[in-house]
């Protein structure tokens, strides 16, 4: 089957414009989660799906970041007027139940430079 | 809050020799602990967990890692090295009752000379 997918792989934009970045999980996985890892910071959680229930999204960097799933599974995470420190690559990741203990499987990432 | 550290940048082991990636935790409660590794250019892998039970959990391509409650450590190893082994190391924790996603280490490079 399948993995985790994510589009597109690489992204190249100017500073001030949006960006949508998506997420396809692997199918049947009710938990999605979005990361984003840089130098400067590491891996970062930013947000958590479960199923079709609504987010906490205190984990998001700045009101600049959103984030929606659509009928529980594919997402898109949008960062507006992108900045420069916005540079990284945003992994996803889904899991089977969301359940704390199961291992979430990642997709291979989007490359973001913000220039 | 949870945090994971990782006190090593880079680890050099010589093939064929055994390798320790080390990793300590700070969770309230009992942890759920996760070990995933990143090959260049490639999203992260499953290498292994800790629920409960046996103290030493066995992974993917011949790792294990020894849980030890007493110095709050997961240290991840295996016997004989290979430079395939060669990647991005990443020690992980999530608590047991979170909604939140991982906490991550900041990983360690672990480098298998020939």
């Known amino acids: 089957g399948a993995g985790v997918s994510q589009s597109p792989s690489n992204k190249v934009t100017e500073k001030g414009k949006d960006v949508e970045l998506r997420c396809d999980p692997i199918s049947g996985h009710t938990a999605l989660y979005w990361y984003r890892q840089s130098l400067g910071q590491g891996l970062e959680f930013l947000i958590y799906?479960?199923?079709?229930?609504?987010?906490?999204k205190s984990g998001l960097p700045s009101d600049r970041f959103s984030a929606e799933r659509t009928g529980g599974s594919v997402s898109t995470l949008t960062i507006q007027r992108t900045q420069q420190e916005d540079s990284a690559v945003y992994l996803c990741?889904?899991?089977?139940?969301?359940?704390?203990?199961?291992?979430?499987?990642f997709g291979p990432g989007t490359r973001l430079t913000v220039l | 809050a949870q945090s994971v550290a990782q006190p090593e940048d880079q680890v050099n082991v010589a093939e064929g020799n055994p390798l320790t990636v080390k990793c300590t935790y700070s969770?309230?409660?009992?942890?759920?602990l996760f070990w995933y590794v990143q090959y260049p250019n490639r999203g992260l892998q499953f290498l292994l967990k800790y629920i409960t039970g046996d103290n030493l959990v066995k992974g993917s391509y011949g790792f294990e890692a020894e849980f030890n409650k007493s110095q709050t450590s997961f240290h991840l190893k295996k016997p004989s090295a290979l430079v395939s082994d060669s990647a991005l190391y990443f020690c992980a924790v999530s608590p047991p009752l979170s909604a939140d996603g991982l906490t991550f280490g900041k990983g360690t490079h672990l480098i298998i000379q020939p």
């Open positions: 990741a889904s899991s089977l139940l969301g359940l704390t203990y199961n291992e979430q499987f």
């Open positions: 799906f479960q199923g079709n229930s609504a987010p906490d």
């Open positions: 969770v309230s409660g009992n942890p759920y």
